[in-house]
């Protein structure tokens, strides 16, 4: 059975730092990997998606994840913080089959000053 | 890519009632899915609605608490019935645009608190 995993339900840094939300998947066929951001009030927006050409995909507003089949690992990271990268971020999967996305019980990212 | 709106965006209902929530696609999709966010969770599917046959639900979710209509490419319903506190969640309709495609787009989502 395909599932997400997403490390850490809250992640607090401070505006600058990196970020780092972790995800690993388990899907007993190569996945489609997504990440998608909910801002408070707001439907999901996707950031980023792997479909099986490069391992390393740049997404928006800075963000980036590397696919690392040997780890079944999907992280999303950005260099430096902003106060407006607060939101709640999913980690989600399609295993290719024409069903919906599976999706991981989400991080929450909070961005001090 | 698809532009997808929902309504009603939020509503306070009383227990017993029902809602139906409206999604539009600006363009012709071929899947349609309805998801559940309780507060503080993760998306929950309800049910996948393909236009010309009937829904299909999750384990969980049935068509007499969740009855939803596809008449068209475009266009969906889903009616939450016979409501109860426990419904109050986010609605959200997602769409993938073609048979294969490796994207979902999602709707604002209904925001529905029920009394």
């Known amino acids: 059975a395909q599932s997400v995993t997403q490390l850490g339900s809250h992640v607090s840094v401070s505006e600058g730092a990196l970020v780092l939300l972790r995800c690993n998947y388990s899907?007993?066929?190569?996945?489609?990997l997504f990440w998608y951001v909910q801002y408070p009030n707001q439907g999901l927006q996707l950031l980023l998606k792997?479909?099986?050409?490069?391992?390393l995909v740049k997404g928006i507003n800075g963000f980036e994840a590397e696919f690392k089949k040997s780890e079944t690992s999907f992280h999303l990271t950005k260099p430096s913080a902003h106060m407006s990268d607060a939101a709640e971020y999913f980690c989600?999967?399609?295993?290719?089959?024409?069903?919906?996305?599976?999706f991981g019980k989400g991080t929450t990212l909070s961005v001090s000053s | 890519s698809a532009v997808i709106s929902q309504k009603p965006s939020r509503d306070i209902c009383q227990r017993g009632t029902s809602l139906t929530i409206q999604c539009q696609v600006d363009?012709?999709?071929?899947?349609m899915f309805w998801y559940r966010q309780q507060p503080g969770q993760s998306l929950t599917l309800i049910a996948t609605?393909?236009?010309?046959?009937?829904?299909?639900?999750e384990s969980g979710f049935v068509i007499d608490k969740f009855p939803i209509s596809r008449p068209n490419l475009t266009f969906s319903t889903l009616t939450v019935s016979n409501m109860s506190p426990e419904d109050s969640s986010i609605y959200l309709c997602?769409?993938?645009?073609?048979?294969?495609?490796?994207?979902?787009?999602f709707g604002p989502g209904t925001r529905l608190t029920v009394l």
């Open positions: 792997y479909t099986s050409a490069a391992t």
């Open positions: 989600a999967l399609d295993a290719r089959g024409g069903t919906a996305l599976i």
């Open positions: 363009s012709q999709v071929t899947m």
């Open positions: 899907s007993s066929v190569p996945p489609y």
């Open positions: 609605a393909n236009q010309g046959s009937e829904a299909t639900y």
């Open positions: 997602s769409v993938r645009t073609g048979e294969g495609t490796d994207t979902q787009y």
